[in-house]
């Protein structure tokens, strides 16, 4: 081999090698680029006080979204499979503050709105006053039924009524027995351990 056919081989080989690296560069770049797009997105699923929403609602928003669907089918099956534990957490809180007033003698004020913490973040929660005080008024009743000995089944049949009733308003009801089931085991059948 002479020295010229040696130089443009090295010349050919500095080449490929400076296209592969900026081949890989160019590769590194394109991923970068959808790990910040998909990091924004994360990002904007929180509102700017910080909490999470469902699928870009929260809030009283969200309950008239559920309440009159004015999103598609997929959209609505989907916020309601993310909102059940956080809708079912406000309920439960109402019924405490009934059960936890009930000892101190003196009503509280209920409010519609809750930030409820979850697996995606703290999202507000949000339902009418009337549905709540319902569930309040029953957790008064509970606190009562102990000293009382009331019936357990009349609870438990009161309760899902309740929950029927507050998921049926948003279109829920094929959760209402899970949803009684899960209150009922926390705060119902306590009774009869307590007893």
Request: glycine share 8%; hydrophobic share 40%.
């Amino acid at each position: 081999m002479n020295q010229t056919a040696i130089g443009i081989l090295l010349l050919v080989i500095a080449t490929a090698l400076v296209l592969i690296i900026f081949a890989c560069l160019y590769y590194l770049w394109l991923k970068t680029k959808k790990l910040e797009a998909l990091a924004k997105r994360s990002v904007a699923g929180q509102t700017s006080t910080g909490r999470a929403n469902i699928c870009g609602y929260a809030g009283k928003e969200l309950y008239e979204v559920l309440q009159g669907k004015k999103e598609s089918p997929e959209i609505i099956a989907e916020i309601k499979k993310g909102y059940i534990f956080y809708l079912t957490r406000h309920l439960e809180a109402a019924l405490e503050q009934g059960m936890i007033d009930s000892k101190k003698s003196r009503p509280s004020d209920l409010g519609s709105e809750m930030a409820v913490g979850g697996t995606r973040g703290e999202i507000t929660s949000w339902l009418p006053v009337d549905t709540l005080s319902k569930f309040y008024v029953f957790g008064r009743g509970i606190a009562d039924s102990r000293e009382g000995g009331s019936n357990e089944d009349e609870l438990k049949a009161t309760l899902n009524e309740l929950v029927q009733g507050a998921l049926s308003e948003l279109d829920m009801r094929p959760y209402s027995s899970r949803v009684s089931e899960i209150i009922t085991r926390k705060y119902v059948s306590e009774l009869e351990d307590q007893s």
